[in-house]
């Protein structure tokens, strides 16, 4: 129990610190379970590893000392998931998230994890939005290999997250001078979307 608490906190620590980057109007609240768990953990879980993938790096003054830039001659797309484009200096991607099994996103609540035909359809949607350059998927194992990178030092907080608590989502590279704000619109109606976000709105890395 106490391990629990411990752990809890750690993860109340996390989401405290990620949401207090980031600009309200950009996520989706949260909304509490609609029936009561013996645990609270598996939620707070799913929220704060949602976050860390916002951000990139909660506790991103550890991960920027190891994240480099992808060298210009390289293609964009083979660019290693989590870092930023090639040939850029900045984040700029646009990131839709998408539903997981047992979200906690209000998108996704009362459904099940998306499925194989609405990622296509979500893809190719996408791919055709004015402004959307280039489009790539991040996996759940992906994802959960960028947690660890930040977090598997921490044995305690690493044994609470498995993959299955971390979401899927595309990473869309956006034109210069595109209206960002219609991508966002287009991609948080679509089903299968538990929300979107725009690295933009987030701060800046340092160090990396």
């Not at 350059?133 to 044995?155: C, H, I, K, P, V």
């Amino acid at each position: 129990m106490n391990d629990e608490r411990v752990t809890e906190d750690r993860l109340r620590d996390a989401l405290r610190a990620a949401a207090g980057t980031m600009d309200v109007h950009t996520v989706r609240p949260l909304t509490a379970p609609r029936r009561r768990r013996p645990s609270r953990t598996p939620m707070l879980a799913a929220a704060a590893v949602t976050l860390i993938a916002l951000t990139g790096v909660v506790g991103y003054d550890r991960l920027t000392a190891v994240r480099t830039p992808v060298e210009p001659a390289a293609a964009a797309p083979s660019a290693a998931p989590g870092t930023i484009w090639a040939g850029t200096s900045k984040r700029t991607a646009i990131i839709v998230f998408l539903c997981k099994r047992n979200d906690a996103f209000e998108a996704c609540q009362g459904r099940a994890a998306i499925t194989a035909a609405e990622k296509k359809h979500i893809e190719r949607t996408l791919r055709k939005l004015p402004g959307v350059r280039e489009l790539r998927f991040e996996s759940q194992e992906t994802a959960y290999g960028r947690f660890l990178e930040a977090y598997g030092d921490d044995n305690a907080f690493a044994r609470t997250i498995k993959i299955t608590d971390l979401p899927e989502s595309l990473r869309l590279k956006i034109a210069v001078g595109a209206d960002r704000r219609a991508i966002l619109d287009a991609a948080r109606v679509l089903p299968g979307v538990s929300n979107v976000v725009d690295e933009t709105d987030l701060p800046a890395r340092t160090g990396g």
